[in-house]
């Protein structure tokens, strides 16, 4: 009696292996692009320091922003596509004048780092634009009531009529802490960022975050500088 070929079985171990090699593959690729992001990231202090140490024109505008990580634009493809750098570019294309950046941001920096460290380094009171960006008190947990004696002091030590400071991104436990930095903000005239009002709206998507999250990427930055926006054009509304 004849015997017919055996049915062919799919070759479930094969595949298996192909789809565990793809995953691997697909984890190695992002993680070598996390790596270049996270060395290009770290050019970035290089790169504002550069900037800030250029001979500025003249009739230059200075722009002076403070904070940490995100006003670095750590996440971004280059160090210009942050807030900072399209704040710089609208302020431009707004006044005609060229923009002295002095980005004394660093990564991690808490409020009170940035008195510390960062507002020695330029007096406020010579910027035409102060930005301000951090989100490490309530990341770091540090105590309200020291949180709002940090604001007070930094709050105290910038031109209100100059400044646009961030509002808290939207992090789990933000509400004591960003009630507190917004009734310090309110009552010191200090215009803010509607971090909140954008990142639920039209920044609300997937695709704004960068390979080192919860840093943003390009697209992201875009959104957060839309925040910053309006604070910046009421300033520039009564810059000559």
Do not use: C
């Not at 009739?59 to 940490?68: I, P, T």
């Not at 941001?105 to 634009?129: H, K, N, R, S, Y």
């Not at 400071?165 to 917004?182: H, N």
Request: aromatic share 8%; hydrophobic share 45%.
């Amino acid at each position: 009696m004849s015997v017919g070929p055996a049915p062919v079985r799919p070759a479930r171990g094969r595949v298996w292996r192909v789809i565990v090699g793809i995953l691997i593959a697909i984890v190695v690729v992002l993680g070598v692009l996390a790596g270049v992001t996270g060395l290009r990231a770290l050019s970035y202090d290089r790169f504002w320091k550069d900037r800030a140490a250029e001979h500025p024109a003249p009739d230059a505008f200075v722009l002076l922003a403070l904070g940490d990580s995100a006003t670095v634009a750590v996440g971004a493809l280059d160090p210009m596509n942050g807030y900072v750098g399209r704040a710089s570019a609208l302020i431009t294309e707004r006044t005609g004048r060229p923009v002295h950046i002095v980005n004394l941001a660093v990564g991690g920096a808490t409020t009170g780092d940035v008195i510390e460290t960062q507002l020695p380094g330029f007096d406020p009171a010579d910027a035409d634009l102060v930005l301000i960006g951090t989100s490490n008190d309530l990341d770091q947990r540090v105590p309200l009531d020291r949180y709002r004696e940090h604001l007070e002091t930094l709050l105290s030590a910038v031109p209100a009529e100059r400044t646009v400071m961030s509002d808290l991104p939207l992090l789990p436990g933000r509400d004591p802490y960003q009630a507190v930095f917004a009734e310090v903000a309110d009552r010191h005239g200090i215009a803010r960022a509607d971090f909140a009002a954008v990142f639920t709206g039209d920044g609300h998507r997937l695709d704004i975050f960068s390979l080192l999250p919860p840093h943003l990427n390009d697209l992201g930055y875009g959104y957060w500088f839309e925040a910053y926006r309006p604070g910046i054009e009421s300033i520039l509304d009564g810059t000559p």
